[in-house]
Every structure is written in C-alpha cells, then in structure tokens.
C-alpha cells in the first residue's frame, strides 16, 4: 500500500508524510493530494491584523497632532504625555505581533496537506498536540455537516466521510485558483457593551464564518475532479473575484 501512495505523498514534507501514512485506513487510496500556497495563507493572516493596526496608528497620530497643536498654547498635560507613551509601546508591541503573523501562517501551511481518497476527503495538520477530539455523525445541528477531529502527538486530521460532503462548497478564480469549503458554519454574534453605571448598553452584530476545507488552492480543477471521483456526482464551481477574508479556520 505504501508503495501505491508514495508518488503522490513525495512532494509533501516529511512531518506531513508520515503523519498521514500512519492515519491511512486498510484499502484506503489517495486520488490527490495537495497544500495551500504558502505565501497566500501568510498574506491573508495579516490582511485584517494589518488594516486595523493602520487604523489605530492614524488615529494615534491624528491624537499626537491635535497634542501638539495644544502644546502652542499651552503645555502637555502629564497624564497625555503618559498615556501617550503607553498607547506608542502597545503599537510597538502590535506591530512585532504583525511581524511574526505571516511567519506562523507559512509554518503551518508548509504543515499542512489536502487530501482525496477513495473513502473520504481530509484536512492534515502535522503539528504537536496533546489531547484526542473526536466529533462523532450528528454532534453537530442537523443543518451542519459531520466533522471528526483526531489529534495525535503528530498532528491533527479533519475528515469528512461522503455522506458529509452534500453540501460542499467550491470558489474558483479567473486564473483557476480558489478554495474548496468541505465545512462551513455562519452565524451571528451580538456583542453587547454596557457603561459602569448600567445606564448605557450598545449592541453589535458581526457575521463569524468558520471554514475547514482546502483554501488557497493554486488551482481548484484537480481537486474538484477526485472528489467527483470520489462522490460519484459533478460539482460546480462558483466564480468569484476574490475570497472572504474573515474565515475562523484550523490551519
């Protein structure tokens, strides 16, 4: 059997190799095998990060002009010298936090490998864990797909069986790119603040999409054609100019 998947499980790293040799089931066959592309997943780990460090940085800035315009008439408060130290080192520290983001997103992309059998479609992420998880058929609400999480001293594996693919969901780019969505949740959050002396409450909602599946795929067309292969059926995929940026996924 090792003889048979060897070919396609060559080009992955040897961590991702032998984590997935050791999780392959009895007669189980690779139809294809893939990663995400490194430096997409560490461009679009510091997208929003990025944005909203801009954000707080023009505000800062915008706070340190109207201080020096005060300080032509008169001079800085202690307190706005203070805080304004405080607000720079967090900056600082936002920005080493921004350095190192794409760093860990290419890590673990390299870490990570897409694959198709002839059983199933799974998600292996080859980095240390210590605890076991495991989401067994109907764990989730009957409007989710099934998900099962193993966690090993090796790595993690999301695996979907076929019953679970009814509804997956494939984006594809102009240039043949995209992503293949093999779980997919959205749902809306409220977030509700309220002033110290309870007399005032604002309330927000933001939209959370979480996502297991192959993103940032280099191309989508060989991946597409093993899970129909696999599910016995045609997909079709939807043409997009761009991919959402606010998935909450594993890898």
């Known amino acids: 059997m090792i003889s048979e998947v060897d070919p396609l499980l060559g080009p992955l790293p040897d ?3 032998s984590f997935t040799l050791s999780q392959l089931r009895p007669g189980e066959q690779l139809l294809w095998v893939g990663q995400p592309v490194a430096t997409s997943m560490a461009i679009r780990s510091v997208v929003i990060p990025g944005c909203a460090f801009v954000f707080v940085l023009g505000c800062f800035g915008l706070w ?10 008169s001079s800085e408060p202690i307190l706005l010298a203070v ?25 673990r992309a390299k870490r990570t490998g897409y694959f198709v059998s002839n059983q199933r479609a799974f998600v292996v992420v ?10 067994p058929q109907g764990y989730f609400a009957s409007n989710h797909r099934a998900l ?21 969901i494939l984006h594809e780019m102009a240039d043949g790119s995209g992503e293949i969505l093999l779980e997919y949740h959205r749902y809306f959050v409220e977030d509700r ?9 604002s309330n927000s909602v933001r939209r959370v999409e979480k996502v297991v599946g192959f993103l940032e795929l280099q191309q989508v067309d060989p991946p597409k054609r ?9 997909l079709l995929a939807e043409r997009v100019t761009t991919h959402s940026l606010n998935y909450e996924h594993p890898l």
């Not at 080859?126 to 989401?135: K, L, T, W």
């Not at 603040?193 to 409450?201: A, C, M, P, R």
């Open 83 to 107: 805080i304004s130290w405080i607000v720079a080192a967090l900056l600082g520290l936002f920005f080493l936090v921004l350095l190192i983001l794409p760093y860990q997103a290419w890590w």
């Open 226 to 234: 093993a899970l129909e292969s696999l599910l016995g059926r045609e």
């Open 64 to 73: 340190r002009f109207l201080c020096w315009l005060l300080g032509w008439f």
């Open 148 to 168: 099962v999480v193993l966690a090993s001293g090796s790595g993690e594996i999301f695996s979907y069986e076929t019953a679970a693919l009814d509804k997956i």
């Open 193 to 201: 603040s309220t002033s110290s002396d309870g007399g005032f409450s």
């Open 15 to 17: 961590r991702v190799r």
């Open 126 to 135: 080859a980095i240390g864990s210590a605890e076991i998880f495991s989401y």
